[in-house]
């Protein structure tokens, strides 16, 4: 239970500073600013007084228990302190200073250190190198945090990898009048994760949505079963960055931990529904909306403006983000007529004009709540000077407080004004989310509508499947790692495969020409031979490949012509295999992610994944919903289906193929690579044609 | 001269109130407000006085010279006001009024009416149902306008079709800080023109940028001519709404003259050099950028960051925006050693730790200003509490005034409080532009870098090329015109682009089975064969089209069988033409678009355009670097380079054939509709196979 940190009763400062302008001085003095409710105990070894506050030499001489502690003194005394806090009864730590296993070796040494004395007393550490948290229950006010934004209290808990981006994304909600709940950015992460945060968020009644930053984790999978459990229970935005080369390596630079660009935060976001975005503005903004309005049933919305342009905008935004901008019902039109000036559009959008006062504007609102076709609300509210925008804003209030469907508002005004300022006050009051453009606008509801969807899709559990002989899978494996491979032979992977119900093209490994040729009787032509040899890399490149063979003749002449080219590099066996033209050639390819397990990636294969790069990627286990997904959302997926005539291939094969692959992987997590290029895909079958695994 | 509109010496208001809520009451408060310096004559058919003000009865009445009104009568009384005005020798007008060609049939007369007046009596004529303009120079402070923002004089210009949109820019433009120079709105704009007043902000010496909202243009060729000659001299930043088909509906709805979705005015942004934006916030924000930055001269940026997150997120999205964020040298890598804490990182991002002083900053800034390797800097600025901001802010200006590199600031902070927002006053004062996160930083940036690509860029002249004899084409074309055909038979388009010197495979068109043969001979087999036929559309799907014809005998055979299964259906010649396989299917196509001339598609054949849809368009006369860009532009430009083994195809053959299309469009104007599809290509040469032509 992280209780003691975020909800605690007295705080000790270890390192309070009489220095205006240092850490140890400002934190003191947030607490102050912010009416902590408990007992403030400053840690100083020569001054009596810290902030008007008594100063203690040691944690000994504090009177009463202290639940948590900031850390604001050189790396090297950490875990001494930390030992004296262990002795203390402190339960929890905020090591703010830095100076550990971001600087290499020797700050990693200390870390290890204080965090093994911390272990032994039973104190939780929080940190090191990292902002603190932020508590906004009235009952308590905790800013254990050196940041400048003094949040109102609401119902958005954030948690950032950055304590930057966290300050920020506070700064934004708190411009936006959005309150919050609980702040937490908890820098190098050496005991307390993000993970356990957001399941603490996740018990906590009065935190409605979690809004979350990060560059990546240094434990995925147990982030990925929290998100999952929280998920189910609240909206979680969130935001990865180092999305490119060059920010992945701006991002492991400062956390110094993390390389690479990794899209398997991405995928876990993906997978437990968290609504993910890619601009900090945009994902505050959103914020606001899940802060106070319901979540649209479906994605049709319903325009009320009363200026052209703006809802133009909208429009094109709305449209972007899959929703729906339907025509109104005939009735919904007759009653308009009864409440609207005669030059207002009565379509959707219902343009009001300009001069639309309270009355109009309800008019409209009333019709868009009781239209069923209509699953939201987008609002322009230009405050025209020659209009009562109060009363507007009182009717939008009084819709939006009976919380039918959700409404957000683009309020167009000039805030330096005293009238203007009252009438988005009255907006404020009554939870109305308002922006200052119409994409801003549009793009939180268009937050909103996609959330309903994730919070709509349920992507099951993986399929089991019958005949599976794992145990003999293993055993292929463990052989070859005792022999000391981690590339397996053609046989092993094609074992694999069908262990695995996996369906392949008719295949024999032959070790001279008679046998290539009995084989491919056997299979029956045409077959393709490759030569299958452990010393060759790239067959194709070396002529060792000929396909099409049509007669056993040719088999053997291929068999010949490749022993007298090639048998001087190794011991050659022959792989022949029934040849499959005139399919479509699809991909299947794994790998591990690290802690992770596989991320699977399919797509079409030839020119559509080397040059188009077309492909999409999940994290095993893949259930049926995500198998249907990977074959969608392809952006040649309509090639699947057949194009100029051709007819289209066995989709529901190929998403079978990949979750006995997704099973395969799963059961034999020792894969580090595996890939199937090709597959190729018929109207009523598909057969793996070529495969690779590497352990 | 647009002067007497935006540079009035004196206004009447023809149509004043002494109703508070109305718009004859704002505008003239707006002139007092805004602390107009010519005379403002009410008009009121039997008030005394307007707003403090003698009124009038008639213009007549009025003293002295008007040049300017405002007219905000009903829409009836109109024609006649215009020409009382004409009598008066008011030199332009703003109808605020609504009531004309947005309102069918009868206002469309109506303003038909007083435009004839209007021409008579030489009044310009801005609006109708418009907003007005604004003048902000200080000698003048004109507020023609009903809005309710106050800009601060500045070097921004502003004009938008629609003044809901037009008033949040200049809102957004207020809020950021951001001084404006020139504001129009001009409703149906049934006079005065976008383009007319693009070039009046062109040759005003005091707009440094123009801001610039469209839903499309009902004189796209004006634009693009007065676009080109403007943007030559200083940035257009723009803005066109309508892009998705929802989204135009709307926008038809509310301009009442425009449908469909148009690509054309993205053309002309691209043609011209305008830059381009689809988020209204995104291009105040970048406006801020250009009010006061310099346009970078290279796409390599340096960042400068006090916190981690932030330069990840600004990494991110300059690289979107195709920046790079080079390594420092090692001069400068040294001699930032000398300036910053051991705790720096010493790369680009340049971390110089939240603790940094204005010291730490200036040195990191000296050495970003004397990089070569650096054309621009981004800098993050969080304001921590326990630093001095204040000199960190001096620090930055002094080095932003010096005016070397452009600057933008990602200034994080709370600006409820007094400290900060004098920190923010130093920089703004300093003309520092500075943004509330980074990804809108980076953005404004990344606005910079892109425009100081499209400056360098210069489309050049179209080619012209020796032997075209447009004579012949033109005389094809108007035979089939005279014999009542719209779509060209295949002889006529063969002659056309052969009159172009487009290269054509070999063809004859022929009459019967004999003569088919004998042109097969002459042309060289492989033929195909193609029934030509007025009354058969779709030759394919009714078995008209016969490929690779090996020997005269099939081609006799196929023209026979076409005989007697199509001969019913009306008069058929057989298209014979050399059969080009295994090369690469191209396809280029033209539309003309309304009253701008053609617009050509290029792209590959078969998959590529029908499901991949990727094809991208230009504006005829196409140009060699347009040409070029059409190639590289597509999203399969790689498969023309040749993959998996393949030869490239000719490129220069495929631009020079681009460029002789465009040719034949300019000089051809009556063409419609033009397909080459396909065109086939091979490494060293290129054909057009087939092609169609609509007149």
């Known amino acids: ?120 007393y039973g104190v939780r550490v929080f940190g090191p190198n990292c902002q603190g948290i932020i508590n906004s229950d009235p009952e308590l006010n905790a800013y254990c945090n050196f940041t400048f934004t003094y949040p109102e209290p609401g119902h958005i808990s954030v948690v950032a990898l950055s304590g930057g981006v966290g300050a920020l994304i506070m700064q934004a909600l708190t411009d936006l009048g959005i309150g919050q709940r609980f702040y937490a950015s908890n820098g190098n992460a050496c005991d307390i994760s993000i993970p356990e945060i957001v399941r603490y968020y996740g018990d906590d009644p009065e935190t409605r949505a979690v809004v979350l930053y990060t560059e990546g984790f240094s434990n995925p999978r147990e982030f990925l079963e929290v998100a999952k459990e929280v998920s189910a229970k609240k909206p979680i935005l969130a935001m990865k960055a180092g999305r490119t080369e060059q920010g992945a390596k701006a991002a492991s630079s400062h956390t110094g931990s993390l390389a690479g660009v990794d899209i398997a935060t991405e995928l876990i976001f993906e997978k437990t529904g968290i609504l993910s975005f890619t601009d900090e503005g945009e994902m505050a903004r959103a914020a606001m909306a899940f802060a106070t309005q319901p979540i649209p049933k479906g994605n049709r919305v319903g325009i009320i403006t009363n200026t052209g342009g703006p809802a133009v905008i909208a429009t094109d935004v709305l449209v972007s983000f899959g929703l729906d901008v339907p025509k109104l019902s005939e009735a919904s039109i007759e009653r308009l007529q009864l409440s609207q000036m005669a030059e207002a559009a009565l379509e959707n959008p219902i343009d009001v004009v300009a001069t639309a006062s309270g009355a109009h504007f309800r008019g409209a609102l009333d019709v868009m709540m009781d239209e069923e076709g209509i699953d939201s609300v987008f609002i322009n509210f230009v405050t025209a000077p020659f209009t009562d925008t109060h009363e507007v804003a009182r009717q939008i209030v009084e819709v939006s407080r009976l919380g039918k469907k959700p409404i957000v508002c683009n309020f167009m005004t000039d805030l330096s004004q005293e009238r203007f300022r009252i009438t988005h006050g009255i907006l404020k009051a009554g939870g109305v989310p308002c922006y200052a453009n119409p994409s801003d606008a549009a793009k939180a509801l268009g937050a909103l509508a996609s959330y309903g969807k994730l919070r709509a899709r349920d992507i099951g559990e993986p399929r089991a499947f019958a005949g599976v002989d794992s145990a003999r899978a293993k055993k292929v494996i463990d052989e070859a790692r005792e022999a000391g491979r981690s590339v397996l032979s053609a046989t092993e992977v094609y074992s694999i495969f069908e262990a695995y119900g996996i369906p392949v093209a008719g295949w024999a490994v032959t070790a001279d020409a008679a046998e290539a040729a009995a084989a491919a009787e056997r299979i029956g032509f045409p077959v393709v031979v490759k030569v299958d040899c452990e010393e060759i890399d790239h067959k194709s490149d070396m002529g060792g490949v000929a396909v099409n063979l049509k007669d056993a003749a040719s088999v053997r002449a291929t068999v010949e012509d490749m022993q007298s080219r090639l048998g001087s590099l190794g011991k050659l066996n022959f792989f022949v295999q029934k040849f499959l033209p005139g399919g479509r050639e699809l991909i299947i390819g794994a790998a591990a992610e690290r802690e992770l397990g596989h991320l699977v990636m399919f797509g079409l294969g030839g020119i559509y994944v080397e040059v188009l790069k077309d492909v999409v990627f999940k994290i095993a286990p893949v259930t049926e919903l995500e198998a249907c997904e990977m074959l969608a959302n392809i952006k040649t997926a309509a090639l699947l289906d057949g194009v100029r005539g051709e007819r289209g291939i066995d989709k529901q094969a190929v998403k079978e193929l990949i979750q006995r692959v997704s099973l395969l992987l799963t059961e034999l997590p020792m894969i580090q690579e595996m890939d199937m290029n090709p597959i190729m895909a018929f109207a009523d079958c598909v057969y793996a044609v070529d495969g690779r695994i590497r352990i």
């Open 1 to 120: 239970m992280l209780d003691a940190l975020f909800k605690p009763r007295a705080i000790a400062i270890v390192g309070a500073s009489v220095k205006e302008l240092s850490i140890g001085n400002v934190i003191i003095r947030n607490l102050q600013k912010y009416g902590y409710k408990g007992a403030i105990y400053p840690l100083n070894p020569t001054a009596d007084e810290v902030c008007g506050l008594k100063a203690y030499k040691t944690l000994d001489e504090i009177p009463g228990q202290v639940d948590l502690a900031h850390i604001i003194i050189p790396s090297k005394f950490v875990p001494q302190t930390i030992e004296d806090c262990g002795k203390k009864g402190v339960k929890a730590v905020i090591i703010n200073s830095a100076g550990f296993s971001e600087l290499g070796d020797e700050g990693a040494a200390l870390q290890k250190d204080f965090l093994q004395r911390a272990k032994e």
